[in-house]
């Protein structure tokens, strides 16, 4: 049964690989960016089913990753993991339809959400569905949850 392709983007090389190591079950294969610019270049030119970016890195940011493939028509759902993703970059991810957020350093409920991830990429056709928006209700849902998460911190 097919699992699926994941790309995870992180500048923390030693997290990227300890990531790695714990999802390798998950998927069929996966692949490493060490920023945003790598993660672009490789979103360009390959398909995934699921990606789990950092916010904050050197050359483009997480926003600007998921921006970018949005504006290419690419769908793949998008985990933000972060340990610095300040309130108004949280914010900015929220409007091109992240499919979750977690927490650096805790690896708790990873797992989970990135077979959901994997799942939903492949259900809706190798990561890449063209010209599907967030509605405005889902966009203030996932908004309201965001600042509620963010209040919480």
């Known amino acids: 049964m097919k699992k699926g392709k994941l790309l995870i983007v992180d500048d923390e090389i030693d997290l990227l690989k300890s990531i790695k190591i714990l999802l390798e079950d998950l998927a069929d294969s ?6 945003g610019q790598e993660a ?8 995934f089913q699921c990606v789990i970016c950092d916010i904050n890195m050197p050359r483009k940011n997480g926003v600007e990753v998921i921006a970018e493939m949005r504006r290419q028509g690419n769908n793949v759902p998008f985990i933000f993991y972060t340990a610095h993703g300040n309130r108004e970059l949280m914010l900015e991810v929220v409007k091109y339809g992240p499919f979750d957020f977690l927490d650096k350093p805790n690896l ?16 809706q056709g190798q990561g890449v569905q063209k010209d599907q928006a967030v509605s405005e209700a889902e966009y203030l849902s996932e908004y309201h949850k965001l600042l509620n998460s963010l209040d919480e911190k």
């Open 108 to 123: 708790d409920g990873l797992e989970e959400v990135v077979s959901r991830g994997l799942k939903h990429g492949l259900a």
């Open 30 to 35: 996966i692949e490493l960016a060490r920023d």
């Open 40 to 47: 672009i270049e490789i979103l360009s030119r390959e398909e």
